[in-house]
Every structure is written in C-alpha cells, then in structure tokens.
C-alpha cells in the first residue's frame, strides 16, 4: 500500500473518531464498465468499488475530510480523493488531493473518446491544474463566498507527473495558479477562470482559460463551454463543446477541437451520448450504454475512434 492510500487511512480513522456527535459518513459503490473500441481493440473490461468516508465536525467553523479509496478489477488500490478542508461559511481552504471547479464539464462523460492517436492532437479543457494529477502533487484551493451566488477559488499546484492534453514533448510537470469566479442562482449556473500553467521540465509556460455557462429547462439542462491557450512559441489550442442532459437519464453532446501549431490545424471533433436507467428497479442499481465517435481533421492524421461501453453502477 502506497504512502497516499495509508494517509488517506489514517483521514478517515480520524473522521470517524474525532467526535461522536458528528461521526464520519461511509459508504461504498460498483462500477463495472464492458467497452468495445474500434481500430482492432476489440473488447475490454474495467471496473472498481469505491469506498469513502466523510467526516465534518463544527457549523460556523468547521473542518471536514473525505478519503475515498479504490480497489480496481485489476487488482490494484489507488487514492480517489484524499483532502482536509477548514474554515467557515464565509471562506474556506483545502488541501490534498481533489477536483477543484469544473470549467469544461461534460454531463453523462460514460464514454468520450478524441481522435488523438498521433500524439500531437488534443482537447484542451483548462483542467491541467484542476488536480487529482497523481501521487507527487501539492494541491491547495481557497474559496471565498462572495454572496448572492457568487464565489472566487483560487488553486494552486504542483505535480512531477505528466498532466493534461497538451502538444509537445517537454510539456510536463505543470504547476501555477487557476483562479476560478464561479455564479450559481436560479437555473443559472456559470463559470470563468484562468490557467498560469509553467512546466518544471523544460521550463516553458502557457496561459489558458475556461468558460462553462449552463441553464436549467427543469427537464433538459443545456450546457456550453469554451476553453483556449497558447504559449511564448505562439502555438494555440481552442476547444467548445455544446451539451444536452435531461433528468430522464439522457445526454450528449458535441466537442470540437483545434491545435495550431506550425506545420497546420490539428482538428478534433467529438460526438458522445449516454442513457441512464434503473436495473429491475433495484435501489441504487442503474445501467448506462454509452457510445461516442471521433473524427480527426485538418493535419490531423489520427485514425478515427468509434467505441461502446455498458456502465453498471450499483451504490451499496
């Protein structure tokens, strides 16, 4: 077991044993995924039960902490989530491992799929510095509630590992700042934020940002979403996505995106859609058949993707 998982361990005992009154919340779910993908892939398999605690002790002020670990099909355990979180209703920091706001998001993400296979091509979604980018990271995110359904987080990170969808070799080990405005009321909900992005190897830099818009039908939810960056060489990359989700258990959307960089346009476009619905009405048991296709364009000379999964989820 890894230094992370026994950490995260240890986050949760505490949790649990820090107060009686407000003893940690465990709970625990199944996911098991049967994909079949194009391009002589064929069929493969994945899955893994997920077990999380989550503990919060104090109102005005308070410290919360949630663990959630992963035992995977293939026998291995990771560390979803590890962090520790404090303040009050005003402002808060935290720290450890998470996902910190979403500026791309991608409702009923089953199976989506980016013709990117020669390397070069990709999808930007200003999440290089979003987190969960590995085991060697220092994260931290402070959140200020504004009022009014405003709030402002600023992230801060720092990672060895190769993160994100970005061309080139030496873009590796990112760390900076991302400064997140986020506004929340009524069927409103919109996100703007930027990415300071430099690279430990290499020393280059790259500035990106990210804008998420969605608005509440009460049965359809439509999301919109843009993101672009580009650094000192002048290289550029765009990215948009239109997305549809409804409470029925049905959504989808499209994506597209363009690295410029000097030998041409490396265009990707994406189309993914997916279906929730109940498993002989059990509680907590659901299926999602998801499929998704990828075009390559432009320079782009990836093959095209095309793939189908089954999702099984069951929340114990």
């Known amino acids: ?19 009686a009154a407000h003893a940690a919340e465990f709970n625990a779910n199944l996911e098991l995924d049967s994909t079949y993908l194009n391009n002589n892939r064929g069929l493969s398999q994945s899955g893994r039960v997920e077990v999380n605690a989550v503990g919060k002790v104090g109102s005005n002020y ?31 920091l935290k720290l450890g491992r998470f996902e910190a706001a979403d500026l791309f998001r991608l409702p009923r993400d089953v199976l989506v799929l980016y013709a990117t296979g020669d390397g070069v091509s990709s999808v930007y979604r200003a999440n290089v510095l979003r987190g969960r980018a590995g085991s060697e990271v220092f994260q931290a995110a402070g959140t200020v509630n504004l009022g ?3 709030s402002f987080e600023l992230g801060a990170i720092e990672t060895r590992a190769t993160v994100g969808t970005l061309p080139g070799a030496a873009y590796v080990a990112p760390k900076g700042l991302r400064p997140v405005l986020s506004y929340e009321q009524g069927p409103w909900l919109l996100r ?51 997305i549809g989700d409804t409470k029925f258990g049905l959504g989808g959307g499209l994506i597209f995106g363009n690295t410029k960089l000097p030998a041409g346009s490396y265009k990707v476009t994406t189309a993914y859609a997916a279906y929730t619905f109940p498993l002989f009405d059990i509680k907590g048991a659901t299926v999602t058949p998801a499929v998704s296709f990828s075009k390559a364009g432009g320079v782009n000379r990836s093959n095209d993707e095309t793939g189908v999964r089954v999702r099984f989820n069951y929340n114990f």
């Open 192 to 242: 703007a934020g930027l990415e300071s992005i430099k690279y430990n190897v290499g020393g280059k830099t790259r500035t990106g940002f990210g804008f998420t818009g969605s608005y509440n039908f009460s049965d359809f939810t439509l999301v919109g979403n843009a993101a672009a960056n580009k650094d000192a060489s002048g290289n550029k990359q765009t990215s948009y996505a239109l």
């Open 62 to 92: 308070f410290v919360a902490g949630r663990a959630s670990l992963l035992a995977k099909k293939d026998g291995a355990a990771a560390t979803d989530d590890m962090w520790v979180q404090l303040g009050s209703s005003t402002a808060d």
């Open 148 to 150: 009014s359904g405003l």
């Open 1 to 19: 077991m890894n230094n992370l998982s026994k950490t995260a361990i240890a986050l949760a005992v505490t949790l649990v044993t820090a107060s």
